[in-house]
């Protein structure tokens, strides 16, 4: 066999190559989109049972029990089991030369990608149900990927901190749910401004904000992570 | 980054190293030197240290006390990073994706590091498995997988190779294929530490062969110091 003398791919590449495998993965598990999906509309479903058919009470919850919805589900589309990488395959990307922080980086791509996807399937289950005021829709443009990438970095490091744990999906949880309180916040309080005809450009950045914040940390504490796996 | 190692030069050196796994002293001040060219058989009882060993020659395992190079990169710092893509190591346990085919983690493998993916299908070929190349993973037989993880050591083309129970899953057809790996590393300038309880084949295998004791390493039938 003849092979050409390789070269290492750059970091972008590689990260669009963990993700890829990551996604394809998710695609055979289905269990994200399949399983923690439907579970999110279901829970959805539930507020409107309990707490009868007050159809301006709703509206007015409506978008803040989707953001919750969405924290509280994400966290589980973050920690599925298909994303957990065994001792000998850790072994191997790390021999592959990929730095720590790529392969993080990468496993967030995927998240973020899947955690998109999961908001999608939510929306149409929250606007049939509560039946909100939409006038601040194209907010959500922004908000759908800055919530997501904010949610993925969390729930990757989560997924890296509990790695080989026991109650490794619990304990994951425990740790994104009160980190992503702000996020949480940002969105519902986004949505909110531009309904009562305010600017939402503050709490739109209070997220970007945080975003970074976490990405920086994730990044910074990525080969510590990795090295102590 | 470490400038590359040449024909003469060591792969690895280890001297007085010590290793704890969960606070468990597995190696105690073992010293071991590899050269280019060189396979080096490793035997010893269960638990003696001899996957943690590999461990540490794979740069995924810092010793305690010590000290030691691998393809001119000291363990323990930075160094070792830069030198990781030189090294191979194919564990007890498979590496590869479950849910993925054998033919996508190995084009995965060569996508990550930069390799045509053609030389994946070329790898699959050479171990016999292009016939089982879109069969997942967790569809495969021990001895299947085992011969998927010999491709990627040929997709990776090391310079160290690290071979843990070497021909554990192979049929009495594929064990040739071990030989074949070696053989490539050794050609290309590298060295193979291999492990395996198969002591008769491992001897056919090794240049020489070592045994760890007591978390040292000796030259195998020879009396450890107390």
């Known amino acids: 066999m003849r092979q050409v003398p390789s070269a290492t791919p750059g970091p972008i590449r590689q990260c669009a190559e963990l993700a890829r495998k990551d996604l394809r993965l998710e695609l055979r598990a289905g269990e994200a989109l399949l399983v923690t999906a439907p579970f999110g509309a279901v829970a959805l479903l539930l507020v409107p049972l309990a707490i009868g058919s007050d159809a301006p009470l709703l509206r007015q919850v409506g978008p803040g029990l989707y953001w919750v919805v969405v924290l509280l589900f994400g966290v589980l ?47 149409p289950v929250a606007i049939a149900l509560y039946d909100p ?6 907010w959500l443009l922004p908000l759908f990927p800055l919530i ?33 309180a702000p996020l949480v916040l940002g969105a519902t309080q986004t949505l909110a401004a531009a309904r009562y005809a305010r600017q939402p450009w503050a709490w739109l950045f209070l997220v970007l904000v945080i975003d970074l914040l976490i990405i920086v940390a994730t990044a910074l504490a990525a080969r510590q992570l990795e090295e102590s796996a | 980054m470490p400038s590359p190692v040449s024909a003469s030069d060591s792969i690895v050196t280890l001297m007085d190293v010590a290793v704890v796994v969960e606070r468990v002293p597995v190696l105690r001040g073992l010293t071991l030197g590899v050269t280019a060219g060189e396979s080096v058989g490793v035997v010893g009882a269960n638990g003696s240290g001899k996957s943690t060993l590999l461990r540490v020659l ?3 395992l810092a010793p305690v006390r010590g000290h030691g190079r ?46 045509r993916e053609q030389a994946a299908d070329d790898a699959l070929e050479l171990v016999g498995l292009a016939p089982a190349g879109d069969r997942r993973a967790e569809a495969c037989s021990q001895g299947m ?18 071979l843990d129970e ?20 050794s050609e290309r300038g590298g060295a193979s530490v291999i492990v395996s309880h198969d002591q008769p084949r491992l001897r056919d295998l090794a240049d020489r062969m070592v045994e760890i004791r007591n978390g040292q390493a000796v030259p195998a039938d020879e009396e450890v110091p107390a």
């Open chain 2, 145 to 162: 997988l085992r011969r998927a993880e010999l491709a990627r050591v040929l997709l990776a083309q090391p310079r160290l190779l690290l």
């Open chain 2, 166 to 185: 070497a021909h554990a899953g192979l049929d009495d057809g594929s064990i040739g294929l071990v030989e074949v790996v070696i053989r490539r590393v």
């Open chain 2, 70 to 115: 691998v393809l001119g990169a000291e363990l323990g710092t930075d160094e070792s990073f830069a030198v990781r893509p030189g090294i191979a190591l194919v564990g007890h346990v498979p590496s590869l994706y479950p849910r993925l085919t054998l033919r996508e983690n190995l084009r995965f493998l060569a996508r990550l590091t930069g390799r």
């Open chain 1, 133 to 138: 005021d939409l006038s601040g829709w194209p």
């Open chain 2, 58 to 60: 794979a740069t995924l």
């Open chain 1, 148 to 180: 997501a990438v904010g949610l993925a970095v969390l729930g990757t490091l989560a997924s890296a901190l509990a790695h080989g744990l026991a109650g490794r999906t619990t304990l994951g949880a425990l740790l994104v749910v009160p980190l992503a």
């Open chain 1, 77 to 123: 589309v973050t920690l599925r089991q298909s994303a957990v990488e065994g001792p000998a395959q850790l072994a191997m990307l790390r021999l592959c030369g990929v730095h720590p922080a790529v392969r993080l980086a990468g496993r967030t791509l995927a998240n973020a990608v899947l955690l998109v996807a999961f908001e999608l399937l939510l929306t």
